[in-house]
């Protein structure tokens, strides 16, 4: 069985950082990603890393997040820094491209202005 916890989030002032850990149980070592959803609109893409360690973040939030992996605890790591109050989101990881079968409970991220 497959499960994908995320973990990390709270409430944060703008300009803080958090690190955001997803632990992967069940599943074989693939490309995995982070996503998010704010209220009131659809989840989207954040960023992705591949088995290798090669990464991609959205355009729009370059520069701000990194995406990084241990293969050997089967954890996927998001680091946000400058944290805005729009990065104020539900944060899920999951396979990439994600599985239907796989969205967690995801990790709150609140930024506070």
């Known amino acids: 069985q497959v499960q994908l916890v995320e973990s990390g989030g709270g409430l944060v002032q703008a300009g803080e950082s958090l690190r955001l850990s997803c632990a992967a149980s069940g599943i074989n070592i693939r490309a995995m990603a982070w996503y998010r959803q704010a209220p009131g609109k659809q989840r989207e893409f954040v960023a992705r890393?591949?088995?290798?360690?090669?990464?991609s973040v959205a355009n729009s939030l370059r520069g701000r997040f990194t995406i990084a992996r241990d293969n050997a605890k089967n954890t996927v790591h998001l680091q946000i820094n400058n944290l805005k109050p729009e990065d104020t989101a539900v944060y899920y990881c999951?396979?990439?491209?994600?599985?239907?079968?796989?969205w967690g409970q995801g990790t709150q991220v609140t930024v506070s202005s």
């Open positions: 890393i591949s088995i290798t360690g090669v990464t």
């Open positions: 999951n396979t990439f491209p994600p599985s239907s079968d796989y």
